[in-house]
């Protein structure tokens, strides 16, 4: 079977870069066609009901949702900035951060988080001062990096960007070493570790530096929750006329045809044609769909990368409790069993043990006042932690059942650990359990070994990202490996691409 109605331009995948990609062509008069393999559209910030429950896959909470700021720009281009509007979780302590039961709450203000780690840690005071100045420094040249270089810009970079080269190949850790912190205060700054799945011996310090950036600006969550986020977004493209959003499209093949792509096969034996191919697929899936004959090597090593590790993840549903009792609220909380963040890291995502495990928590029914999520009188409890792949992935190929097995034992593991720290009795209010693990997340976000960050967010891989444009002038990526990941990250991405193509800024 051929389609053949030929688009502007077909985007496969409706991850948050791909969508807003699609919606600011459509939005300028393009034909635009959106091919979705899951049933629900969204990538990693789609929701999925469970009865009368609802749970966002892996997002919890945003940044960059300000005037002017990245979600701000697009809802605004899109005219959805009164319609999509965001709460502010707490700005005292929008993250919590709990280390062997001793808690340290992440307010908004790098200065005001400064002087109250200062209070905490009063004989570290030259060491949290150099680091937060460090940590501001290398924001601001950040924010300052234009996406188009002038030579001018080249010759200038030794001064306008000192400290951005000079810590370009360091982790967290490495600074950490160069300021002699201590090691508890080590964990307190890199609490929100989990925000990028590496412990600080292994995350670029650069990424380390605009993500504490972009959260101290404020934390939101949608007041209306994930789905309306990405609902609106989908509407303003299937309001356009000619334009198109499939759920339930698996891309088996994108067709090449004299050095350009032709067409794209989906699972159902339909061809879908366009001008241009805009892949929000993961890079290297998007090779081999294509086929690794129609690229050079060079590009075959490019696109070549490290992943980020994947997640294990729990959506609770909870009846006749208010978690506010048991120390939650409009704010996330990490926990830590001990301080060596490297440590447990090692022990879970290579070693395979979850016994011990670091754990982020969220409330989003306390975030905002909006139902949607949990039946009258229940609330929603989201937990996560990085997990190994090949485990889960084995035994879900080999035996289904001890891979349910496993998935059990671990729940079992986490909610002792809830119940033992956070909340006593909390199985006795449980309505509802949904475990995902890093195999899930190939399986429904066809996330490569289950990644949830695209490639692994190394000083190598921060520097040198894999490039939207492709060896097949018709073929561009956008995704989290080709852009950056986080919503915001992935927005800009979609922001950006359609700069590269129009020429117009939004």
């Known amino acids: 079977m051929s389609n053949m109605a030929e688009f502007d331009s077909l985007i496969l995948g409706s991850g948050m870069a791909g969508l807003s990609v699609a919606a600011l062509l459509a939005r300028d008069g393009e034909r635009v066609k959106v091919l979705e393999a899951h049933e629900y559209p969204g990538g990693y910030a789609h929701t999925f009901p469970m009865g ?89 040249e950040l924010a300052s990096v234009p996406d188009k270089r002038q030579l001018s810009d080249w010759l200038t970079a030794p001064i306008r960007f000192s400290h951005v080269l000079r810590h370009r190949n360091h982790t967290l850790q490495d600074v950490y070493g160069q300021l002699g912190l201590s090691p508890r205060l080590q964990a307190v700054l890199a609490g929100q570790a989990g925000d990028y ?130 120390g939650f609220g409009s704010f996330n909380t990490w926990h830590y069993p001990h301080e060596d963040i490297n440590a447990i890291y090692e022990r879970q995502v290579v070693r395979n043990d979850l016994s011990d495990p670091w754990l982020f928590m969220s409330t989003p029914t306390l975030h905002t006042d909006e139902p949607g999520l949990a039946p009258p ?62 195999a899930t997340n190939e399986r429904y976000c066809l996330a490569p070994q289950g990644n949830a960050y695209g490639i692994a967010l190394t000083p190598e891989n921060t520097t040198s990202r894999i490039s939207m444009s492709t060896p097949l002038d018709n073929l561009w990526l956008c995704n989290a490996s080709a852009g950056w990941p986080s919503v915001a990250g992935t927005v800009g991405s979609g922001i950006k691409l359609h700069q590269l193509l129009t020429g117009k800024a939004i």
């Open 197 to 326: 799945l590496l412990p600080p011996g292994r995350v670029a310090f650069l990424l380390h530096a605009a993500l504490v950036s972009g959260y101290d600006s404020g934390a939101y969550y949608p007041r209306k929750h994930f789905k309306y986020f990405v609902d609106q977004i989908v509407g303003t493209i299937t309001a356009r006329p000619g334009c198109e959003v499939l759920l339930n499209q698996r891309v088996e093949r994108i067709e090449v045809r004299e050095g350009r792509v032709a067409g794209v096969r989906t699972a159902d034996g339909v061809l879908h044609t366009a001008k241009r191919y805009i892949s929000n697929i993961d890079p290297g899936r998007t090779v081999e769909l294509t086929g690794r004959e129609n690229f050079p090597a060079r590009y075959l090593n490019h696109v070549k990368r490290e992943y980020s590790c994947g997640s294990f993840t729990m959506y609770l549903g909870t009846k006749d409790i208010d978690l506010r009792g048991y």
């Open 52 to 140: 009368k429950w609802s749970f966002c896959a892996q997002v919890h909470y945003v940044f960059g949702c300000g005037e002017g700021e990245t979600i701000g720009l697009l809802l605004e281009a899109l005219g959805l900035e009164k319609t999509v509007q965001f709460v502010r979780l707490d700005p005292e302590g929008f993250d919590q951060v709990v280390i062997a039961g001793e808690r340290y709450r992440i307010p908004n203000g790098l200065e005001k988080c400064r002087v109250r780690l200062t209070h905490r840690f009063p004989r570290e005071a030259k060491g949290l001062r150099d680091y937060f100045s460090l940590l501001a420094k290398v924001a601001g």
């Open 377 to 438: 009188g229940g609330q929603v409890l989201c937990i996560a932690t990085s997990c190994a792949y090949e485990p889960f992935r084995d035994l879900r190929a080999s035996d289904v059942s001890a891979y349910r097995r496993l998935k059990h034992a671990n729940k079992e593991r986490i909610l002792d650990i809830l119940e033992a720290n956070y909340i006593p009795g909390l199985r006795k209010h449980l309505a509802i359990q949904v475990v995902g693990t890093s």
